[in-house]
């Protein structure tokens, strides 16, 4: 049903657009290398949620062989030879998701969410070839912006005990690993991080910035989409 998601050309994808992805990391803990979260915790963090990513893919594609992640996946794929035929234009991308449903019968579309979470995927899947565990990963790395925001919001209010909390946000197994495939969870966490972040910065630390309070409305209407 799902033959040929993950090939041989990942061997060669999935280390080119983790080193190129560790690269971006890099250069954002440098710019903060005063920060002593980013230079203790940023890149460790970054490459257990990849590890997590690349390890979900393949579990859902070899060992349990379906899951709703393929069906996104799927959906992208059917939506991309639309456009690739002409039957579509890229408008489609602009139309609810009881078009597709009622007129090619997408599963996943079946909801509004499902539709925004394919729109989503159909821009990131542009980036990575439109293959299955390269566009995951980058789906992850969108998580983890939420994840580590999320991390250094509790941090913040909790000095000392920042080992603690990274464990339970970064580095705890169920969530890096069903928060980083092509899911509305993975969405949903990256969300919640900035609201929590920047509910934290106009807030807490009484630090307004025009920048925070448009990510929290954008964050709000994303996570209750």
Known sequence: MYKGYIGTIDLLLVPLYFLLLYVWMLIIRKKRDSDALYRRYFIPGF??????TVLYCLLIYYYWGIGDT??????VLYVKQLISSRVE???ILLKDSDYLKDKYSLEGTSTDTGWLLE????????????????????FATLAYSGMFRMFRAFATMMPGWERW???????????????????KDTICIAAMGWLLYCNNKIFLEN????RYLLMMVFAFRLFFS
């Open 47 to 52: 490459v257990f949620k990849i590890a997590c």
């Open 70 to 75: 393929m069906n996104y996946f799927k959906n």
């Open 89 to 91: 234009n890229w408008s």
């Open 119 to 138: 729109r989503i995927t159909f821009v990131l899947a542009h980036l990575s070839f439109f293959r299955f565990i390269t566009t995951s990963m980058l």
């Open 165 to 183: 909390i990274s464990l339970a946000v970064l580095f705890f197994p169920t969530v890096a690993i069903y928060g980083s495939g092509i899911l």
């Open 207 to 210: 630090t307004f910035r025009w």
